[in-house]
């Protein structure tokens, strides 16, 4: 928990710190983009378990 707490504190200073510097936010502009990222992170998770089973 204290991990997914930090990632959020990070990620809101980061988005704060691109906007005052007028940059363009450093992650995808909309939900399609989002769910990439979820889809990218979980076909990991399950590779990793499936070849950890495969073991």
């Given at each position: 928990?204290?991990e997914?707490?930090?990632?959020l ?6 988005g ?15 939900l ?8 990218i992170?979980?076909?990991g998770?399950?590779?990793?378990r ?6």
């Open positions: 928990m204290k997914l707490i930090l990632a504190v990070t990620g809101l200073i980061v704060c710190i691109f906007k005052l510097l007028k940059l363009p936010l450093p992650a995808p502009p909309v399609s983009g989002i769910i990439g990222i979820v889809g992170f979980l076909g998770v399950l590779t990793e499936v070849l950890d089973w495969l073991r």
